[in-house]
């Protein structure tokens, strides 16, 4: 399309980690480059992020989900608010939503597909409250295409990075990992590797009631246990071939709870141990399913895990020291707004009536233009 303008989006996100609203204020261009104005996190009331645990934990009834689907878009619309008040009202709003359940298998009931993901925060709730149209439930087209609905950042990953003319792996860590390979030798592809903070997290509640482990200060202090680790490490998820994704379906709190049955009797040699469990799957991950492809010249890291210097160390250690490791920083994108810029730019592109999957990446059968539009 010929006559595509500028744009300035406001685009929202909560990942798998569920610790905060990402909201970011970005320029998207016709060439779509993508510009971060300004961003911010934006916290869930801790009764409201307790809610949503609930769901992800299965304790959920189906009055719970339909009351939380509006609630969480009423916490999605005073996060926009915030950046209106400061910056005025944007072209239109790209939102995510709160993924709450991810089901990317294609079982089947009376020969029908049951692949379906389901992102709370309804869009129509957003626009109303904010006044300004709303682009959001970006998964399902992909599904119903056949795709796993995921990862859909390999779209951006490869509108940023294939200019760059190397052979690179953009890895995020976030509550999962996922990695998008850009190569001269092979068409780009991507996968979500495994676990990235979600175990990491989870111990770091569980042992010393906080949320995370910031600059990996427990894990630091502890010791890998190479018997555990490799028994984690047997999980048949790290052996599936791509395309293929995953969430906290799969890698639960009853997950966690069951493989820490085998954990070492120190809570620092459990931290260090999933620490190097979510680099060495990363690390493994390119060793299946990469290497046969293409080689790697750079790593780009980003997300949460990025700011995690004992992941990062593991990362180093697992990893072929000729791959040098920068951050999405290094670019100019923000490790934090990443996925926000990923979802401005996918917005864009259903504005325009772009295509904005990318197949080889998410296993659909053909490129869809994935987003719904509601208006004021």
């Not at 190397?166 to 592809?189: E, R, Y």
């Amino acid at each position: 399309m010929s006559n595509k303008e500028s744009k300035t989006i406001i685009s929202m996100m909560s990942g798998t980690s569920c610790d905060s609203i990402d909201v970011g204020l970005c320029l998207v261009k016709p060439d779509l480059s993508c510009t971060l104005l300004d961003g911010f996190n934006y916290s869930y009331p801790p009764e409201i992020r307790n809610n949503i645990f609930n769901v992800f934990h299965n304790g959920a009834k189906l009055e719970d989900i339909c009351k939380l689907n509006f609630v969480i878009a009423e916490c999605f619309a005073n996060a926009a608010n915030e950046m209106i008040k400061k910056h005025g009202k944007p072209d239109f709003i790209s939102s995510h939503g709160q993924t709450v359940f991810h089901y990317p298998k294609d079982t089947k009931i009376a020969n029908i597909s049951q692949r379906s993901t389901l992102q709370l925060a309804d869009a129509s709730v957003i626009a109303q409250k904010t006044k300004c149209m709303t682009i959001a439930n970006f998964r399902t087209a992909d599904m119903a295409q056949g795709g796993n609905g995921a990862p859909l950042v390999c779209f951006a990953d490869e509108v940023w990075f294939k200019p760059l003319n190397k052979n690179i792996a953009v890895q995020n860590i976030g509550g999962i990992s996922n990695v998008t390979v850009i190569s001269k030798d092979c068409a780009t592809f991507g996968f979500d590797t495994g676990l990235g903070n979600i175990m990491i997290d989870y111990c770091s509640q569980k042992f010393f009631n906080t949320p995370y482990d910031k600059n990996g200060d427990f894990a630091k202090q502890g010791n890998v246990s190479e018997n555990w680790l490799n028994c984690l490490l047997q999980d048949e998820y790290y052996y599936s071939e791509p395309p293929k994704t995953t969430g906290r379906e799969y890698f639960s709190s009853k997950y966690i709870e069951n493989a820490l049955k085998l954990a070492p009797d120190s809570t620092y040699d459990i931290m260090a141990t999933v620490t190097a469990l979510t680099a060495k799957t990363i690390a493994q991950s390119y060793e299946r399913f990469v290497y046969p492809n293409t080689q790697i010249e750079e790593l780009i890291l980003g997300g949460g895990g990025a700011y995690n210097p004992i992941l990062v160390k593991y990362l180093k250690k697992y990893l072929p020291n000729n791959i040098e490791i920068k951050t999405h920083e290094d670019y100019g994108i923000s490790n934090n707004f990443k996925e926000v810029m990923a979802f401005a730019l996918l917005g864009y592109c259903t504005y325009y009536k772009i295509p904005n999957n990318v197949p080889s990446c998410t296993g659909a059968s053909q490129p869809v233009i994935m987003g719904q539009i509601s208006y004021y």
